[in-house]
T-cell receptor
Framework: GNSVTQMEGPVTLSEEAFLTINCTYTATGYPSLFWYVQYPGEGLQLLLKATKADDKGSNKGFEATYRKETTSFHLEKGSVQVSDSAVYFCALRGGNNRLAFGKGNQVVVIP | DTGVSQDPRHKITKRGQNVTFRCDPISEHNRLYWYRQTLGQGPEFLTYFQNEAQLEKSRLLSDRFSAERPKGSFSTLEIQRTEQGDSAMYLC??????????????FGPGTRLLVL
């Protein structure tokens, strides 16, 4: 079945540092890929998405490129802010419409 | 567009009691999804509706769980004879589903259930 793997453990970094969160997936067919973000005390919000190979999703300075050859959709941001502290979830949607999520990564940005 | 809303936001109940949660999707969204999220994990799919029809149920959804979406608008998720293992965040999402790959699911704030 479809599945998503995110790198283990929380990510702690200083303000203005470069952020990368790895995401790889296993799926049949051609899934759509998503990054959702969950700020403290809030619900899941869509951050960005890509629907086909080589598409780049971007929003709020975050980017992720759909890499079919490596089955990856890594999230990057060039200069993080304290307000980016949140939990980030990678997800895919296959032909059955359901979303399959990774376990999430907590990102803590220190001033 | 007021977003997806869920009620209640928190529920504490005793083992063996029944609970019911409500989800109001974004208006005009024809698809509605339920997910469950436990601590430290990503959300897991439970079931989804297209209009009033329940099209798919996960094997996570035991016989004690039932979901409805009368008239294709709001949805309810009922858990009968709750168990401590049911403690989780229950998330609802809605989308304007079609046959394209552009469909995006928008999530509500969730209902946090604690079974004592």
């Amino acid at each position: 079945g479809n599945s998503v793997t995110q790198m283990e453990g929380p990510v702690t970094l200083s303000e203005e540092a470069f952020l990368t969160i790895n995401c790889t997936y296993t799926a049949t067919g051609y899934p759509s890929l998503f990054w959702y973000v969950q700020y403290p005390g809030e619900g899941l919000q869509l951050l960005l998405k890509a629907t086909k190979a080589d598409d780049k999703g971007s929003n709020k300075g975050f980017e992720a490129t759909y890499r079919k050859e490596t089955t990856s959709f890594h999230l990057e941001k060039g200069s993080v802010q304290v307000s980016d502290s949140a939990v980030y979830f990678c997800a895919l949607r296959g032909g059955n419409n359901r979303l399959a999520f990774g376990k999430g990564n907590q990102v803590v940005v220190i001033p | 567009d007021t977003g997806v809303s869920q009620d209640p936001r928190h529920k504490i109940t005793k083992r063996g009691q029944n609970v019911t949660f409500r989800c109001d999707p974004i208006s005009e969204h024809n698809r509605l999804y339920w997910y469950r999220q436990t601590l430290g994990q990503g959300p897991e799919f439970l079931t989804y509706f297209q209009n009033e029809a329940q099209l798919e149920k996960s094997r996570l959804l035991s016989d004690r769980f039932s979901a409805e979406r009368p008239k294709g608008s709001f949805s309810t998720l009922e858990i009968q004879r709750t168990e401590q293992g049911d403690s989780a965040m229950y998330l609802c999402a809605s989308s304007l589903g079609d046959s394209s790959w552009e469909e995006t699911q928008y999530f509500g704030p969730g209902t946090r259930l604690l079974v004592l």
